[in-house]
């Protein structure tokens, strides 16, 4: 009986404490986890201060996600130092872990890519809900961002469901700023100087006029004919905006330069051909000209 109080009294003076010891620092480090978040949210700001709440959800997203990986591996590293104190042989027990996570890796080798590719999408900010992307081949507004997935609906309705793995380039249309940019074909026998001055004009209006005042961030510029086309000269122009407004201001544009170009006599181009034809003639040298 002395010998047995003796081994147990041994046992709780040697690896007994070790083990209260260890539970012990599980608990403080994962009580320390906990500022991994307000830590996170010193790297992850946003510049308007209307998405700062958008900005400390991210972060906070981030600083859960790295809070439990960091407990899974202190609780997996604590229970094997526990286990080892408990005189449990721990080399076949790794041996059949090791094994056992080989299977898994291979299984789940996808998933884990898209989270992986998640996370960096939500830490670098690549895109937020209410952005328009065009990625995978499909384009759409984000209406959910997660770890393993991206979530768009199209203009038709469609949803997309993207796992994040795919995802190889985004583009992003809404990304702080929009650019509206036309191009308006007019026929080579108006005056390039008058239709600029006119362009000009509409641009002017428009900048002054609500709602597009406040969607407008830049006067419109008219770079200039862009090139020859078969049956006109192509006259490129442009229009900076708020996100998701560059739709909104473009077919306001294009409606206002209809309706003054009609004003002024000014007609669009359309697709046409000249066709000759008769008896050819008798001189040899006479040649109907190849006309399209």
């Not at 997309?160 to 026929?187: A, C, F, Q, T, Y």
Request: aromatic residues 6%; proline residues 3%; glycine residues 8%.
């Amino acid at each position: 009986m002395d010998e047995t109080f003796k081994t147990i009294t041994s046992w709780l003076t040697t690896s007994g404490i070790k083990i209260i010891g260890i539970l012990l620092a599980l608990l403080i480090l994962s009580q320390m986890s906990r500022w991994i978040a307000k830590w996170m949210e010193k790297f992850v700001y946003e510049k308007d201060p209307l998405l700062a709440s958008e900005a400390k959800k991210r972060a906070q997203t981030l600083g859960n996600i790295l809070r439990h990986a960091l407990l899974i591996i202190l609780t997996f590293v604590a229970a094997l130092m526990v286990l080892g104190e408990l005189g449990i042989q721990l080399g076949p027990l790794l041996a059949t872990a090791g094994i056992g996570a080989l299977a898994i890796g291979f299984g789940a080798q996808s998933l884990v890519k898209d989270m992986i590719s998640g996370f960096f999408i939500i830490l670098e900010n690549q895109y937020r809900i209410g952005d328009v992307i065009e990625v995978a081949g499909v384009s759409g507004l984000v209406e959910s961002v997660s770890l393993r997935k991206t979530v768009l609906r199209d203009l038709q309705g469609k949803v997309h469901i993207i796992p994040n793995g795919e995802i190889k380039v985004v583009s992003n249309l809404s990304k702080e700023w929009s650019r509206s940019v036309l191009d308006l074909g007019v026929n080579y026998g108006e005056d390039f100087d008058q239709i600029h001055d006119l362009l000009t004009q509409i641009g002017k209006e428009l900048e002054s006029e609500e709602p597009f005042k406040s969607a407008i961030l830049e006067p419109l510029q008219i770079l200039g004919i862009e090139r020859f086309d078969e049956s006109q000269m192509v006259i490129r122009m442009m229009v900076k905006t708020a996100p998701l407004k560059q739709w909104d201001v473009g077919r306001e544009l294009r409606r206002r330069i209809k309706i003054r170009f009609d004003e002024k006599g000014i007609r669009l181009p359309y697709p046409h051909r000249i066709l000759l034809w008769g008896e050819k003639e008798e001189n040899p040298n006479h040649q109907i000209p190849n006309t399209k």
